[in-house]
């Protein structure tokens, strides 16, 4: 078998391009992504849940398509109340923590939050590789009430003219007469001023 001869800068391009695919490939891979599904244990909303070994590093998971009225709350577990775990929970940077919290003490730590798109999901241990349980229940969306935006003309005329000036009412005219005054007043002043 013969092969051609290749230049240098060939194969370092060949090499670097190799390199980019292996370390992007490297970095999607700590990546997890969570996919809540109903259970009968829970009367409504979905649930996942996933165990493992966190270390320094830390393991990565990602919750999408979130919305903003479905309330969500994110629990993680140690096996020793001594064990510290860390939970940090980011919108956007992976570096950058909106809410973050440790099990050191208490053996869990709970979040409860609300977001709209995807949640980023992060557990490390300070102390070395050790187990933990996360979590995760995604609830329904709760839709608030909404008033109509518009009102029958009967039921406007039953509820009156809230809001609006009571032209009966002896306190406005007073303010509107004392009003009225100091505007005479003011432009006395000012015309005085314009004839010296």
Not at 1 to 23: G, N, Q, Y
Not at 156 to 177: C, H, M, R, Y
Request: charged residues 20%; glycine residues 8%.
């Amino acid at each position: 078998m013969i092969f051609k001869k290749t230049s240098k800068a060939h194969l370092w391009a060949l090499l670097c391009f190799l390199l980019s695919l292996a370390s992007f490939s490297t970095c999607r891979a700590e990546e997890f992504r969570l996919v809540p599904k109903t259970d009968a244990a829970f009367p409504s909303g979905k649930f996942v849940a996933v165990q493992g070994n966190a270390g320094s590093a830390g393991e990565k998971f990602l919750l999408e398509n979130l919305s903003i009225l479905q309330p969500v709350e994110v629990t993680l577990l140690s096996n020793a109340p001594e064990n510290d775990l860390n939970l940090q929970l980011s919108k956007f940077d992976w570096k950058k923590a909106e809410r973050s919290g440790s099990t050191k003490g208490s053996g869990s730590r709970t979040f409860q939050i609300r977001t709209e798109g995807d949640l980023k999901i992060l557990v490390s241990s300070p102390q070395g590789e050790k187990s933990y349980q996360l979590a995760v229940w995604v609830g329904d969306e709760i839709k608030p009430p909404m008033p109509p935006a518009f009102v029958a003309k009967e039921n406007f005329k039953k509820a009156g003219t809230a809001g609006s000036f009571d032209l009966g009412n002896p306190v406005l005219w007073v303010i509107a007469l004392l009003l009225a005054a100091i505007l005479l007043v003011l432009l006395i002043f000012v015309f005085r001023g314009k004839k010296s």
